[in-house]
């Protein structure tokens, strides 16, 4: 019983003398769409097995600004409808799973978008591929700061899978890709043309970890000796 007692107590101390501790990577990424690029990420080390992961976090960034976008309607009749303007990005890994604990993707795709409604007149006498922005049959959009994230946590059960995994010693990559985005419903008889956005971001992998405290080792040490003193006297 008393060996019982010490062991409870020293478990208890290892509990609450642990520290919380994070391992923060980030990758930036800027260009004009549509870009790639390949981010290496170290994987995590748990010190010979003096430390504890407790979860993997993910973070897509993006940010779009700039660019413009011109539609002409060439048509007769009126157009009407929602317009998107910006940019999409996604990541993906040869080295890593990039799902969370319900087998989905971690992070779906990030949408740094401008959106806005059109309502533009019957051709008021312009010709196709003028690409006049002139209302009413015409309109220019100049782009807007946007900003999208996307993060989740990885399932534990994905930590070591892939073909390097998340644990060890090494690297992995992460791909990143960002593209231009339009969309004006296709709407029959306009016409566009657009000046692409620029983005810029990051990808972030954090690591949240726990580590004893050597008080805590110590004491572990000295609770161990007093049970080998004591069977030995015994």
Same mark, same amino acid.
């Given at each position: 019983?008393?060996?019982?007692?010490?062991?409870?107590?020293?478990?208890?101390?290892?509990?609450?003398?642990?520290?919380?501790?994070?391992?923060?990577?980030?990758?930036?990424?800027?260009?004009?769409?549509?870009?790639?690029?390949?981010?290496?990420?170290?994987?995590?080390?748990?010190?010979?097995?003096?430390?504890?992961?407790?979860?993997?976090?993910?973070?897509?960034?993006?940010?779009?600004?700039?660019?413009?976008?011109?539609?002409?309607?060439?048509? @007769?009749?009126?157009?009407? %409808?929602?317009? /998107? &303007?910006? !940019?999409?990005?996604?990541?993906? #890994?040869? +080295? =890593? *799973?990039?799902?969370?604990?319900?087998?989905?993707?971690?992070?779906?795709?990030?949408?740094?978008?401008?959106?806005?409604?059109?309502?533009?007149?019957?051709?008021?006498?312009?010709?196709?591929?003028?690409?006049?922005?002139?209302?009413?049959?015409?309109?220019?959009?100049?782009?807007?700061?946007?900003?999208?994230?996307?993060?989740?946590?990885?399932?534990?059960?994905?930590?070591?899978?892939?073909?390097?995994?998340?644990?060890?010693?090494?690297?992995?990559?992460?791909?990143?890709?960002?593209?231009?985005?339009? @969309?004006?419903?296709?709407? %029959?008889?306009? /016409? &566009?043309? !657009?000046?692409?956005?620029?983005? #810029?971001? +990051? =990808? *972030?992998?954090?690591?949240?970890?726990?580590?004893?405290?050597?008080?805590?080792?110590?004491?572990?040490?000295?609770?161990?000796?007093?049970?080998?003193?004591?069977?030995?006297?015994?």
């Amino acid at each position: 019983m008393r060996k019982l007692a010490i062991l409870a107590i020293l478990a208890l101390l290892a509990v609450t003398s642990a520290n919380a501790a994070q391992i923060t990577q980030t990758q930036t990424y800027s260009g004009i769409p549509n870009l790639t690029q390949n981010m290496t990420f170290n994987q995590f080390d748990d010190n010979g097995g003096a430390y504890t992961l407790n979860s993997i976090k993910v973070i897509l960034n993006l940010n779009t600004s700039g660019g413009q976008l011109v539609l002409d309607n060439d048509s @007769d009749a009126p157009a009407a %409808g929602v317009f /998107e &303007f910006g !940019a999409k990005g996604n990541i993906t #890994s040869p +080295d =890593v *799973t990039l799902l969370n604990a319900a087998f989905q993707p971690i992070t779906t795709t990030a949408e740094a978008l401008n959106t806005g409604v059109f309502n533009l007149s019957g051709n008021v006498g312009d010709v196709p591929n003028d690409y006049d922005p002139t209302p009413p049959d015409g309109m220019l959009h100049t782009g807007v700061p946007a900003f999208d994230s996307q993060s989740d946590f990885v399932g534990s059960a994905f930590w070591a899978t892939g073909t390097k995994g998340y644990l060890g010693t090494g690297t992995y990559d992460i791909a990143l890709s960002v593209n231009q985005w339009l @969309d004006y419903g296709s709407v %029959g008889g306009i /016409e &566009f043309s !657009a000046t692409p956005v620029s983005a #810029s971001g +990051d =990808v *972030t992998v954090i690591y949240d970890y726990t580590i004893p405290e050597p008080a805590t080792i110590a004491l572990l040490s000295v609770g161990t000796l007093g049970f080998i003193r004591r069977r030995k006297l015994a």
